[in-house]
């Protein structure tokens, strides 16, 4: 394994070398850097074009240019071979300084969007593929293409003027119509009977059950006025939490392993009381280190349940307590968000229009880590859902595809014919194998994301790579598209290497091959 590990790692560094070149060389020949000095009457002009020459060493030829910016880059790879050097943009700022300012906020918006694309994408193909050629499936195969087809800035453009224009409108006085909610109501009974299925009378309670529930709920939220001053309440927390250990034992264990299943409420009880001990203590310090320490806390508090609890499997109690705590804790920070967001709305600075159209942040904004983590998290949404619903396309295709391929292979059918319940033959045998090709699916895609992200950042002004990329395109500065090059070519190269290194997880064959 490590020869082929490094047999990879040769051959994605000579594609990088050779890939580098050839845009390097794009750029260089694109236009002329100095055309904008030139078209001036400056008196100080021949000056002006003599430091930009030296500066951008404009009097080497582009091939040999090429060399000197790679031996500077050679630094950045090769580790204690000096300081990284990938040469000053046209502002005269090094590439290094400007990357770093760039590359945080590219990375928190594409890694939630490619997080939530490839939990979404798979758990909604796997769905389909087992319900084939159901309303569902069609369902989601037409939304799929639609989305698929559509271009990102028109996508972007749209959920400006309706995910953040009218949100912020209705936020104003947030009473929701009675025909709204009737409609909305409508539309939840479907969506929820097309998802159940089954016999036609239970298609009509699920239909009524449904519509009654999503009525009561936004009438509940239209007459409290709950968006205005949003929360979630231990009860909620309680009742959604139960509904998630539930479902943690179905997925892990099957609801007939009764220790699996107390492990998991034992571990929403253990999250209620949680929550009445954390509030002080959330209030008062509040930190990233704090929620990262609680989150290990509480998976180790989970582990520790689903073993003491045991049964047959003490593993399926464990991974059922462990995904029901996750839940509980992501329930109970919501909840602290949500009990600071009539703070944030009332903010000088936020003028009562929470979601925000363009920015990473807002501008001298000042407050505690629940205040500035909203901040952050609304100007998130609307980038995010832009490239999730892009993304979300192509990971629903192709893993209700490698679905399908592996429920038909013989080892399934053998699986089954040995009495094996159908959650053990989907979740252990089924699964596993159809995440194999999507392996490449996501590696590939993790790099055309980041490329993507330059359109949407333009559209959401977004200071990242994206808009660091444009401007050295614009500009004629190859060094800090070469920059971005180089972060977005490493970045699809390590991700090509941990595909080769989950194949040989997910399907041993490949060990012995390599």
Request: aromatic share 10%; glycine share 8%.
């Amino acid at each position: 394994m490590l020869t082929y590990i490094t047999r990879r790692v040769l051959a994605s560094l000579m594609i990088l070398l050779g890939a580098s070149f050839i845009v390097y060389m794009l750029v260089a020949y694109s236009g002329d850097p100095l055309a904008e000095i030139r078209s001036t009457n400056s008196p100080s002009k021949e000056a002006q074009l003599q430091a930009r020459t030296e500066m951008l060493n404009l009097n080497v030829p582009p091939a040999l240019r090429y060399f000197l910016w790679l031996g500077g880059a050679a630094k950045c790879l090769v580790p204690f071979a000096g300081e990284c050097d990938l040469g000053v943009t046209l502002q005269n700022q090094p590439v290094t300084a400007a990357l770093s300012q760039a590359i945080p906020t590219t990375l928190q918006l594409v890694t939630t969007a490619a997080l939530l694309a490839i939990v979404l994408g798979i758990s909604i193909g796997i769905v389909t593929a087992l319900r084939q050629y159901s309303t569902l499936d069609y369902g989601v195969t037409f939304v799929s293409f639609l989305f698929f087809s559509l271009p990102v800035f028109w996508v972007a453009v749209l959920l400006k003027e309706f995910g953040a224009i009218g949100f912020n409108d209705f936020l104003r006085d947030p009473f929701i119509a009675t025909t709204t909610i009737v409609v909305v109501s409508l539309i939840a009974a479907l969506l929820w009977t097309v998802l159940l299925a089954g016999s036609w009378r239970r298609r009509l309670i699920t239909f009524a059950a449904a519509f009654a529930a999503t009525f009561a709920v936004m009438y509940f939220l239209s007459v409290t006025r709950w968006f205005s001053d949003p929360s979630l309440g231990v009860v909620v927390i309680g009742l959604t939490g139960v509904a998630i250990a539930f479902g943690a034992t179905t997925l892990f264990a099957g609801l007939r392993n009764r220790k699996a299943l107390y492990a998991s409420l034992t571990t929403v009880g253990l999250g209620v009381v949680a929550y009445f001990v954390l509030q002080p203590i959330f209030e008062s310090n509040a930190s990233l280190w704090l929620i990262l320490g609680l989150l290990v806390l509480s998976l180790g508090a989970a582990w520790g349940i689903g073993h003491a609890f045991g049964g047959y499997d003490r593993g399926q109690s464990r991974k059922a307590a462990m995904l029901t705590s996750f839940g509980m804790g992501a329930l109970v920070l919501l909840d602290q968000f949500m009990q600071h967001w009539a703070e944030y709305t009332t903010n000088s600075k936020v003028r009562g229009r929470p979601i925000a159209t363009i920015g990473a942040e807002t501008p001298n904004l000042n407050g505690d880590f629940w205040l500035t983590g909203i901040d952050k998290y609304t100007h998130l949404i609307l980038p995010t859902v832009a490239l999730i619903l892009i993304s979300l396309a192509s990971y629903t295709r192709y893993s209700r595809a490698s679905m399908l391929e592996v429920m038909g292979q013989d080892y399934v059918r053998t699986a089954r014919a040995k009495g094996l319940s159908e959650r053990v033959v989907v979740t252990r045998h089924a699964f596993r194998n159809a995440l194999i090709p999507l392996a490449t699916i996501v590696a590939i895609d993790i790099g055309a994301l980041i490329g993507g992200a330059v359109i949407t950042e333009s559209v959401f002004s977004f200071k990242g790579m994206g808009v660091l990329f444009l401007n050295g395109v614009r500009g004629i500065d190859p060094n800090p598209v070469m920059g971005v090059f180089l972060v977005t070519a490493i970045t699809a190269v390590v991700f090509n290497l941990l595909a080769d290194l989950t194949y040989s997880a997910l399907d041993p064959r490949v060990r012995v091959k390599a």
